[in-house]
């Protein structure tokens, strides 16, 4: 058979692929960085990656693993001392009380926590409401395991904040689960105490579950810092019915380590559990070394690493503001989600001619659900004088177009 034999034939075995697989579309975040990386002299706001070196002590403890010969498995539910160390953690920040033997696991990645946690709680004909914009997983995650995915739209004049109306209004005999992501991948909106407790009160009433992905938990800014972090677990009569998922990639940098965990009570983590056992046995020895040094010994780094997020933050949204492109005040996370319908472009071709033209890559709201249509996520987690030149980029580009060249 000849090349072009074997490609006609791969073809047509690609048509015979699974419905759910090829119904998914590929990811907008990834296809951006992908083009990016071809290019000279881009500034890349496109990916949600820290550009610090993972603390010190992170490395070191790895490096000491690793000259000890710890390269075999650990425990299925991850090694020991780094889940009472999570346990302690959350105990410590949150007052959140998770028995590190059977309620807490460490995974590869928050994906997998995500994962596993859906693959438990919902299957085939369930209804999984899932506030937007959202990070990208969510949904495509939420079908695999079967599950149809309910919208519910956020809005800029709401501070991008999900509410317990919007969810009451689309819960149906169906509907399963509850998706919360805060704070929120693209927008940076934190959830404040008081939605939080309306929306405990649907959930309760309702008999829902809750998947609560909190992986920028440490990164709040502003009055949000404040106030701090609230956790979902710790309203009323949502500890018992939600999986909580929270990692090390964000507040710790280290994305590349891919070292998740999630928490639950034990008669959904003995579930859960089991597809853990199934899918990847357990999260890499490296790694969860790593992770247990930077609960233990790197608090000083994840709080340098916040404040200058803080600043970035700041100049940032000022220059987006300035440059004639509203952007909503983020609290969490590391984005800045600018409205860029002043330029009457849509999302899509914005991002595509702004990498084009002055070589900046940024994701198109799209990406992150259909009420992200008409905004720009850029990423702040980048050196301060490249977000500088950035917004620079932006502005004359944004100007540009709305002067019709």
């Not at 964000?250 to 009570?265: D, F, L, V």
């Not at 200058?308 to 000022?318: F, L």
């Amino acid at each position: 058979m000849n090349t072009t034999d074997t490609a006609s034939e791969a073809e047509r075995l690609a048509g015979r692929l699974s419905d759910r697989i090829l119904s998914v579309p590929p990811s907008g975040i990834r296809r951006f960085f992908e083009i990016a990386a071809t290019m000279d002299d881009v500034i890349s706001l496109g990916i949600g990656e820290p550009d610090f070196v993972s603390p010190q002590p992170i490395i070191d403890a790895a490096k000491a693993g690793l000259d000890a010969g710890r390269t075999g498995y650990t425990a299925n539910l991850g090694l020991a001392d780094l889940r009472v160390a999570i346990a302690g953690e959350l105990d410590r920040l949150y007052g959140l009380e998770y028995a590190p033997d059977n309620e807490v696991i460490v995974t590869v990645g928050a994906s997998e926590a995500m994962t596993i946690a859906l693959l438990t709680l919902v299957g085939p004909g369930d209804e999984v409401l899932i506030p937007e914009p959202c990070f990208v997983c969510y949904g495509p995650i939420a079908e695999f395991c079967g599950a149809k995915v309910v919208w519910v739209p956020t809005r800029a004049e709401n501070d991008f904040q999900v509410t317990a109306d919007d969810i009451r209004e689309r819960i149906t005999d169906k509907t399963k689960l509850l998706f919360l992501g805060y704070p929120n991948n693209p927008t940076g909106a934190v959830l404040r105490r008081d939605t939080l407790e309306e929306i405990a009160q649907v959930v309760v009433e309702h008999d829902l579950f809750v998947l609560s992905d909190e992986i920028y938990d440490r990164l709040v800014y502003g009055e949000a810092y404040e106030r701090g972090h609230v956790s979902v677990p710790t309203l009323p009569g949502l500890y018992e019915r939600t999986v909580l998922v929270g990692g090390f990639s964000k507040g710790y940098a280290m994305t590349g380590w891919r070292i998740g965990y999630a928490c639950a009570p034990k008669p959904i983590m003995d579930q859960m559990y089991k597809a853990h056992q199934y899918i990847v046995m357990s999260a890499p020895t490296m790694a969860q070394i790593g992770a247990l040094a930077g609960i233990r010994d790197a608090q000083d780094d994840v709080e340098a690493m916040r404040q200058a997020y803080d600043e970035r933050r700041r100049v940032i949204v000022d220059g987006l503001n300035a440059a004639g492109l509203p952007t909503f005040e983020p609290e969490g996370a590391f984005y800045a989600f600018p409205d860029i319908t002043s330029t009457g472009l849509s999302s899509e071709d914005f991002a595509q001619r702004l990498l084009q033209e002055e070589h900046v890559a940024c994701v198109p709201g799209s990406a992150f659900g259909p009420s992200g249509e008409g905004y720009l996520r850029c990423s702040y987690a980048t050196a301060l004088e490249q977000i500088e030149e950035a917004v620079k980029r932006i502005t004359r580009f944004a100007d540009r177009v709305r002067n019709g060249d």
